[in-house]
């Protein structure tokens, strides 16, 4: 809760106003339609207007028994809510003593605070998953559709996740029970925060609501197909590593028989052409090697 306060003290901060007709906008969910167990995918939260857009405040749910987010640094980005650093460049504050701010007291560098929820007593008010809320300085000088705002990196949890079935991920409003941040539902008042905030100059009101669902309705919804071992997880340990590329290289050097191999239960067949040879040990090595982009990784298997 302190997290969200923070992040909504911030958004009241930097909010700006913008010229122009007043916009309502909504958001929407984009992932792909499958992954194995262990395999990182990238679920994008989407716009479908940025006009006048600064500030948004949501939870992405999902089920943190079956999915978690990797543990990498860029496991939740955005470039549309982005750095404080960037986000300053030509503004007045560039001339003034000091300077713009590069990053705030507690070292966030990025109006972009993410709090993830693994245990809760309601599900409806406080659902699991990842709750996340952001801003900008001033609303983009050029609004574009179908925008990408942020985007999470999740994986499907080893010996958790069922092959076969489907898991949904859905963006709920968020509930905010705290009084000293205006929320107080014991006053009768509506507990869930407006999910996209932005400012006309027109508006009687400070922060106009560019979209709400009430009662804390699901916005969108994307549902992910479990497939059964990811293209290069050869030991099926959920992951792909230098093990991986171990058993392989015994296999094909003939240290293994393809009996030992398939009882490891994995998926040797890292190009998915129907065939285990070299070029299944080449993809390993230029992946474990860094040779290989996300998207290059993906392309091996025509995703």
């Known amino acids: 809760m302190k997290t969200l306060r923070k992040i909504m003290l911030v958004c009241m901060c930097l909010l700006l106003p913008a010229s122009g007709a007043w916009a309502v906008s909504s958001l929407s969910l984009d992932a792909p339609a499958s992954a194995a167990i262990g395999q990182t995918f990238t679920v994008n939260v989407k716009v479908d207007t940025t006009a006048q857009l600064a500030g948004a405040a949501f939870t992405v749910a999902y089920d943190t028994s079956i999915m978690e987010l990797v543990s990498t640094d860029d496991k939740i980005t955005s470039s549309f809510f982005d750095l404080f650093a960037d986000q300053f460049v030509g503004m007045p504050c560039e001339d003034t003593v000091g300077g713009c701010p590069s990053e705030t ?4 560098d ?18 699991l998953g990842t709750r996340l809320a952001a801003a900008r300085v001033q609303p983009e000088a050029s609004p574009t559709s179908e925008t990408v705002i942020v985007s999470l990196k999740l ?18 409003p968020t509930y905010l029970n705290n009084v000293s941040a205006g929320y107080d539902p014991a006053d009768g008042k509506d507990g ?30 994307v549902n992910i197909l479990v497939d059964s071992v990811m293209p290069g997880d050869v030991d099926n340990s959920g992951a792909i590593d230098g093990l991986d ?28 052409s129907g065939a285990i040879d ?18 290059q990784w993906a392309a091996r298997c025509g995703k």
């Open 278 to 295: 070299g070029l299944d040990l080449s993809y390993l090595k230029w992946y474990l090697g860094l040779k290989l982009t996300t998207e």
């Open 192 to 221: 869930y925060i407006p999910l996209l905030v932005g400012y006309d100059d027109g508006a009687t009101d400070e922060f106009p609501k560019l979209l709400e669902s009430a009662n804390g309705a699901v916005v969108s919804t």
């Open 245 to 272: 590329l171990s058993y392989l290289k015994w296999y094909l050097g003939l240290k293994i028989t393809r009996a030992q191999l398939d009882n490891l239960g994995g998926n040797p067949d890292v190009d998915c």
């Open 155 to 172: 994986k499907f949890i080893k010996d958790a996740a069922v092959a076969g079935e489907s898991y949904g991920i859905s963006i709920k």
């Open 110 to 127: 990025q109006p972009l605070v993410s709090n993830t929820v693994t245990t809760t007593t309601d599900t409806e008010k406080f659902p």
């Open 105 to 108: 007291s507690d070292g966030v």
